[in-house]
């Protein structure tokens, strides 16, 4: 073997172990949640999600309440069509949790915290909701989609 062929062949197996840690380890979504006590101008919530793709597998979403004194919380719902409205109880200003395809939550995060939530998800249509009452009607969802 001459040592062009060496190299190359070592550089292939080098970067095995590195492909395989990463396909095991899946995909890391940062969420934000912000509202008017992080900036007064804000007319309404919000939930940023970063990427807002992510492959097939594992997901683990990394949310953070960046409020300074309001708690959020962040629901993974599957929808078929993103833009469609949740089902929505008018008198507790909240969507009807049994009513929806709820995954998991990472839940009431007071003001500045964070929590981790890991799912496996199949490809597809998702948002990403905050469903303290009133949130989710003044903006607190994202739309998130899940590829092959």
């Not at 992080?38 to 683990?60: C, F, H, L, R």
Request: hydrophobic share 40%; glycine share 6%.
């Amino acid at each position: 073997m001459n040592a062009k062929a060496f190299w190359l062949i070592a550089a292939v197996a080098a970067s095995v172990p590195f492909a395989t840690s990463q396909a095991a380890t899946g995909s890391v979504v940062k969420v934000e949640m912000r509202d008017a006590t992080n900036d007064p101008s804000m007319k309404m919530m919000e939930m940023k999600a970063e990427p807002q793709t992510a492959k097939a597998g594992p997901v683990t979403f990394e949310v953070f309440n960046k409020s300074k004194s309001i708690v959020h919380e962040m629901i993974v719902v599957a929808v078929t069509n993103p833009g469609e409205a949740l089902p929505y109880n008018d008198k507790k200003s909240e969507v009807i949790e049994g009513k929806i395809k709820h995954l998991g939550e990472a839940s009431d995060l007071p003001p500045g915290s964070s929590k981790t939530l890991k799912l496996t998800l199949k490809p597809g249509n998702y948002i990403l909701i905050c469903n303290q009452p009133g949130h989710y009607h003044q903006g607190m969802t994202t739309t998130f989609t899940v590829t092959e």
